[in-house]
């Protein structure tokens, strides 16, 4: 079973900064990536802001380019959302995601944290 706790969320004014981690137990073969995700109040969607792929490679959202950083440990047990020069348009609940393989659609996030608040104030 695939466990993840996201910690780190919090208050901060803008241009401030915020370090996500996610703890991840539970490892599976079929796991191509993970990600944070984020839905920010009053949305139903969450966004994708941040991806980092087995093989090291990132992705990044428009909104959080530039600004935030995805890293995770070799062990794949941690990930980490450095999240620098903070807007108030970041508030949100991010999640961490694990993206595993399927056979028939690729890799799909199929596992979640619960979610940490961060709230960018003005």
């Known amino acids: 079973q695939v466990h993840l706790k996201e910690s780190g969320g919090g208050s901060v004014q803008a241009g401030g900064s915020l370090q996500l981690s996610c703890a991840v137990s539970?490892?599976?073969?079929?796991?191509?990536?993970m990600g944070w995700h984020r839905q920010a109040p009053g949305k139903e969607e969450r966004e994708l802001v941040a991806?980092?792929?087995?093989?090291?490679?990132?992705v990044y959202s428009d909104s959080v380019k530039g600004r935030f950083t995805i890293s995770q440990e070799v062990s794949k047990t941690a990930m980490y959302l450095q999240m620098n020069n903070l807007k108030t348009e970041d508030t949100a609940v991010y999640y961490c995601?694990?993206?595993?393989?399927?056979?028939?659609?690729?890799?799909?996030?199929?596992?979640w944290g619960q979610g940490t608040q961060v709230t960018v104030s003005s």
């Open positions: 995601a694990t993206q595993e393989s399927n056979a028939h659609v690729g890799c799909i996030f199929g596992y």
């Open positions: 539970g490892f599976r073969s079929s796991r191509c990536g």
């Open positions: 991806l980092i792929k087995n093989d090291g490679s990132t």
